[in-house]
């Protein structure tokens, strides 16, 4: 299995699953697979905060983002 961004990961075991995170975020699952993968998008950052409640910060998106090659 290929490794896992952990904000990412953490926000698919808040939700309880791929699919309700998706749900949840208006998203497709495939996009949080994407996440798993390759991060959450910055821009994604102050929803995602908002969405949990402060579960998962903006401030962890940002720490754990990778610049687009």
Known sequence: MEAQNPVA?????HYGGRQEA???L???RETIRLWLLRGI???KALEIESKTSGVITGEEI???ARLAA
Do not use: M
Request: glycine letters at 6%; hydrophobic letters at 40%.
């Open 41 to 43: 998008p910055l821009e």
């Open 22 to 24: 998706a749900d949840a």
């Open 26 to 28: 208006g998203v497709t």
């Open 9 to 13: 990961k953490r926000l698919v075991d």
């Open 62 to 64: 940002l720490s754990n």
